[in-house]
């Protein structure tokens, strides 16, 4: 069976630190990966996602970078976090016409 | 780009009542998701429609696709306080990306 992992649960960074996210997924392969942003208003934003190794399409412009330097794995990234950046980061896989499977996602705060 | 809307934004229910919550899109789609978050945790892939007009049942749970494939709804019969959470519709268009509604927080009183 497929399963999806991400860490950490929990990321108290400071303003201004680096950041990665890590995220693999097991039990399938080519899979297509996303990250999503939940901010306190409960909206799931897409940031990135990716159909394969070192394909990756940015959704919203921001601070943050994505890559996919495995076929399962999908990491997100920032060289300097901003306040803004605070929230809950889930990572997901699916594909075409089928439910999407979220990471049980990082709650990062940006003090 | 496709916008989905979703109301309500909250609803609070006594335990027993029915629960329903509308989904509308700005495009057709070729598919409409809906998932389920509880308090602190991720969210769970409930089900998929794909047909126009079909309609799933879950137990308590029923969903509809709209005619026009542009509309849903979600409506739980006999709410318990288990059904506690976020319900999100997501509707996937023709390049395979689903956009999120904001989601319906149910609570609901025992």
């Known amino acids: 069976s497929q399963t999806i992992h991400q860490w950490p649960a929990t990321l108290v960074q400071p303003v201004g630190s680096p950041l990665s996210l890590e995220c693999t997924v097991e039990?399938?392969?080519?899979?297509?990966l996303y990250w999503y942003r939940q901010a306190a208003g409960r909206g799931l934003q897409l940031l990135f996602y990716s159909v394969g190794i070192g394909q990756i399409s940015s959704e919203v412009p921001q601070n943050l970078s994505a890559s996919r330097p495995q076929d399962r794995q999908f990491i997100l990234s920032s060289k300097k976090l901003l306040l803004s950046d605070s929230g809950f980061y889930l990572c997901?896989?699916?594909?075409?016409?089928?439910?999407?499977?979220f990471g049980s996602g990082t709650r990062l705060t940006v003090v | 780009g496709q916008q989905v809307m979703q109301i309500p934004q909250y609803q609070h229910v006594q335990e027993g009542e029915d629960f329903t919550t509308y989904c509308n899109s700005s495009t057709t789609l070729s598919n409409i998701q809906w998932y389920k978050q509880r308090p602190g945790g991720h969210p769970v892939f409930l089900i998929q429609l794909v047909k126009s007009g079909e309609v799933k049942k879950q137990k308590r749970l029923t969903f509809q696709f709209g005619e026009a494939k542009k509309n849903s709804s979600l409506h739980i019969t006999a709410t318990q306080t288990t059904d506690v959470g976020t319900y999100f519709c997501a509707g996937e268009g023709s390049n395979y990306k689903l956009t999120f509604g904001k989601g319906t927080l149910l609570t609901v009183n025992p």
């Open positions: 039990g399938t392969s080519n899979p297509n």
């Open positions: 997901a896989w699916g594909a075409a016409n089928y439910g999407y499977t």
